[in-house]
């Protein structure tokens, strides 16, 4: 795919796909991490004198226009993170939208209304992306944690204008073959989480890619029944353990060692700081349920790390919402941020709770990367094409 060094961009209106697609509270942003990670895609557009305007979606008005999902509201946070006013066109396609690019001036950022507002956009139609492309010229696309999603202003308009990812979606896009693509090996992935059912395509695409997989969270407990433990009143898919088996199998004959608890944290109710002791994996009571790893499983995922050159995280390891069953996620987390502090392992994690625990945790900052992804980060995880990845590289052609 081009970079934005690959485009002439001077005097160019370049449509700049981005996601900021944030969490919010009574109209207030409250995590403004996606809006500022877009930052340095639109300064580098205006220093090669091109004008951003943004395309984005919010929330997921299926095609008719909801109030309460304008992407309005997010302008005073966009505009702090920019540091510069930033003009909002209340449509994305039309003589508003082309009223408001036409009175641009070198300096500008536009941002228009939600693309999703138009049934066009999530159809990819055709005629709904012929409109968006000529607001501009060029076409710049920063929203990874969108490319899984095939619509006009992820995958459309890439065919349609000269087009290049931006600096958001190049570094994703590197830090994601650097840790499955072409990583530097032993590669160690950590998933986990409450379903196998929900993660049964990543599991079987990361067998084949990882030398080490710790399982964990909700779905270690499957995997433990699959072996004929009992795991009392413990969140596990008893109808999975078939397709249990059949991962710890095939894994065995792609040469990758799956790492599942070997000691377990249990208590008699889901709540913060209920009384709680450490049992053996295959010992936990008939009237209790595993809400964390143990400090034995914790040593040895910190082993683990410690002889890999390569890890790749995705879910929370027990229930890090509630304390203290967020201490194995924490102290394995600690364990990848200090070895990435010393230049010994390539840390990437991504998909939205990981994000979560991770910060809960402290560790965020240490990791070599943090994806800004949930859904997409997972689909690449599972090996697939991303549409809006793949319509970027073909537009390079
Ligand atoms: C996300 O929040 O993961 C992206 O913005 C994609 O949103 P979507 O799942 O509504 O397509």
Redesign the pocket.
């Known amino acids: 795919f081009n970079t934005l060094d690959d485009m002439e961009l001077d005097g160019k209106v370049v449509l700049t796909r981005v996601?900021v697609?944030v969490p919010m509270e009574n109209g207030q942003v409250t995590d403004a991490t996606?809006i500022e990670k877009i930052v340095p895609t639109v300064r580098k557009i205006q220093e090669k004198g091109g004008i951003p305007v943004l395309l984005a979606?919010f929330?997921?008005p299926k095609g008719q226009r909801v109030d309460s999902m304008s992407l309005r509201q997010i302008v005073p946070a966009l505009e702090a993170a920019l540091g510069q006013t930033v003009a909002f066109a209340p449509e994305a396609v039309g003589g508003d939208a082309k009223r408001a690019v036409a009175a641009l001036k070198p300096g500008d950022v536009l941002l228009l209304e939600n693309t999703?507002f138009y049934p066009g956009e999530e159809t990819n139609e055709q005629v709904f992306a012929a409109s968006l492309a000529a607001l501009g010229q060029v076409y710049v696309n920063d929203?990874f944690?969108?490319a899984?999603?095939a619509?006009a202003s992820t995958e459309g308009l890439a065919r349609l204008l000269p087009s290049a990812a931006g600096l958001l979606m190049e570094a994703e896009l590197n830090a994601l073959d650097a840790a499955l693509g072409n990583p530097e090996r032993p590669v160690v992935a950590v998933v986990g989480g409450a379903k196998v059912s929900t993660k049964l395509d990543l599991l079987s695409n990361l067998i084949r890619k990882v030398d080490h997989l710790v399982i964990g969270g909700g779905m270690a407990n499957t995997f433990l029944v699959a072996q004929g433990i009992e795991v009392g009143k413990s969140l596990a898919e008893r109808d999975m353990a078939d397709t249990a088996r059949q991962i710890l199998s095939d894994a065995k004959s792609a040469g990758c060692t799956i790492h599942l608890p070997v000691d377990v944290v249990v208590a008699r109710e889901f709540a913060a700081n209920a009384p709680h002791e450490v049992v053996a994996a295959d010992a936990c009571p008939a009237d209790a349920m595993i809400l964390d790893a143990g400090p034995a499983t914790v040593a040895k995922i910190r082993e683990v790390f410690a002889q890999s050159r390569t890890l790749i995280w995705n879910g929370p390891l027990g229930a890090f919402e509630i304390e203290p069953f967020d201490a194995a996620t924490n102290a394995a987390a600690a364990a990848a941020a200090e070895l990435t502090r010393e230049g010994r392992l390539v840390s990437v994690a991504g998909g939205?709770d990981t994000v979560a625990a991770l910060n809960k945790a402290g560790a965020a900052e240490d990791f070599t990367f943090i994806s800004t992804?949930?859904?997409?980060f997972l689909e690449w995880m599972e090996g697939k094409d991303l549409p809006g990845v793949a319509a970027l590289i073909a537009s390079r052609r």
């Open positions: 996601d697609n996606r979606h929330d997921r999703r929203a944690s969108a899984h999603r619509h939205g992804a949930g859904g997409a």
